[in-house]
Structure formats: structure tokens, C-alpha cells
T-cell receptor, first 113, second 117 residues
Framework: GAGVSQTPSNKVTEKGKYVELRCDPI?????LYWYRQSLGQGPEFLIY????????DSGLPNDRFFAVRPEGSVSTLKIQRTERGDSAVYLC???????????FGEGSRLTVL | AQKVTQAQTEISVVEKEDVTLDCVYE???????LFWYKQPPSGELVFLIR??????QNEISGRYSWNFQKSTSSFNFTITASQVVDSAVYFC??????????????FGQGTILTVHP
């Protein structure tokens, strides 16, 4: 499809498990962002990639969270030793260059039991 | 630190009514971007508008209009003649300009708009 694709759309896991969330941005978009949205809240910035490198990871809550974008396209958000507080919708967005206009995917809903 | 406040948690209107969504922001930056995004039930945020802080002209796009007032740090959004399809959560957001700040948005908590037929 032409939009930002995120998989899985839903993930239920147990506390302490490892989780990977994938984002496939719009073709040709060099900037890629991860946000987290808790119930009833606005999205919160996690990390931003320009090409393959993380240009700003100041929003990652702790060292259990890590993200990669090895070839400058698909990105994976990795969460180790999940906690119940990690339950949220994880949104990915991409942007052509640095416009500030973000194209969001439908998100991956993570539930940690 | 940046902050965006959307004081209206929920608004309910009847179709064809006009509705205004309020947004107040705080920032120490002298230049910044302001945004509005729409989040329909599908969950995918949709970009509506970006406004540069040194352009205070109001903007109209069809039934949508935006009123930016730097003096009161507000960026309000009005939907004229609302329709059922306008029902969604609307987010106001703010970002710095430059460097790695593009796309690093600070969002408000959102306003749930319900338009009844």
C-alpha cells in the first residue's frame, strides 16, 4: 500500500517478555518517527531516524527500549522485559525530508498482561 | 519545555452546527510550528495544517479555519457546518524549528468531537 504500514496491529504479551514492533514507511521518506500513545492521551515522541541513524532518541523512556533502521527504510522498535506500564499504542510516522508534516500508520496496540 | 493544552476533553454537537476547538501552548522558543491532526476511529493520525509562528494570518480550507494569536499563545480550530464524518479526536501540536526538531511534536491531550445527525 501507499501509506505507513505497522505490524502487528495487536500484540498481547506477558510481563517480562521481549517484543518487536515493525514499521514500513512510505517509500522515499527519509525521516521516520516512533511515538507512543496511552489511552486518552496525545502521542508522545520516542525516537527519530534520519536515514539509518537515530538523530534524536531523547523520548525513549529507559534502556529497555531500542529501535533500529538498518537500511534506512523499515524500522523495528524493540522492547525488552516488558512491563504492564508499556501497554499503549505505538505509532510510527514518516516524512519526506524535514517538513514537520508526518504521515502516521494505524499503530501497533501492545498489551502487557 | 513545551506544553500544549486542549482544555475541552469532549465536545458534542448536532450536524450543521459550527464548533471551535481550543488550543493553548507554551514554549520558550521564538520560532516554532503549530499543527492540528485528526484521529478518526481507525487510529491513523491525519495531518490537517502546519502554521509557522511568524505567520499570524488566519487560514481557511473549505469548512475548516484556524485562528492563530501569538499574543495569547492560542491556535484555535473551527469547523463550520459540522458533519458526522468530522467525528474524531483532534490534536493540537507544537514543534521547534530546525535541527533534529522537525517532526518531534509535543501533542495536547486531544478533544473528542462527536457530531450527531
Amino acid at each position: 500500500g501507499a501509506g505507513v504500514s505497522q505490524t502487528p496491529s495487536n500484540k498481547v504479551t506477558e510481563k517480562g517478555k521481549y517484543v518487536e514492533l515493525r514499521c514500513d514507511p512510505i517509500s522515499g521518506h527519509t525521516a521516520l518517527y516512533w511515538y507512543r500513545q496511552s489511552l486518552g492521551q496525545g502521542p508522545e515522541f520516542l525516537i527519530y531516524f534520519q536515514g539509518t541513524g537515530a538523530a534524536d532518541d531523547s523520548g525513549l523512556p529507559n534502556d529497555r527500549f531500542f529501535a533500529v533502521r538498518p537500511e534506512g527504510s523499515v524500522s523495528t522498535l524493540k522492547i525488552q522485559r516488558t512491563e504492564r506500564g508499556d501497554s499503549a499504542v505505538y505509532l510510527c510516522a514518516s516524512s519526506p525530508q524535514l517538513t514537520g508534516e508526518l504521515f502516521f500508520g494505524e499503530g501497533s496496540r501492545l498489551t502487557v498482561l | 519545555a513545551q506544553k500544549v493544552t486542549q482544555a475541552q476533553t469532549e465536545i458534542s454537537v448536532v450536524e450543521k452546527e459550527d464548533v471551535t476547538l481550543d488550543c493553548v501552548y507554551e514554549t520558550r522558543d521564538t520560532t516554532y510550528y503549530l499543527f492540528w491532526y485528526k484521529q478518526p476511529p481507525s487510529g491513523e493520525l491525519v495531518f490537517l495544517i502546519r502554521r509557522n509562528s511568524f505567520d499570524e494570518q488566519n487560514e481557511i480550507s473549505g469548512r475548516y479555519s484556524w485562528n492563530f494569536q501569538k499574543s495569547t499563545s492560542s491556535f484555535n480550530f473551527t469547523i463550520t457546518a459540522s458533519q458526522v464524518v468530522d467525528s474524531a479526536v483532534y490534536f493540537c501540536a507544537l514543534s521547534e524549528i530546525g535541527g533534529t526538531s522537525y517532526g518531534k511534536l509535543t501533542f495536547g491531550q486531544g478533544t473528542i468531537l462527536t457530531v450527531h445527525p
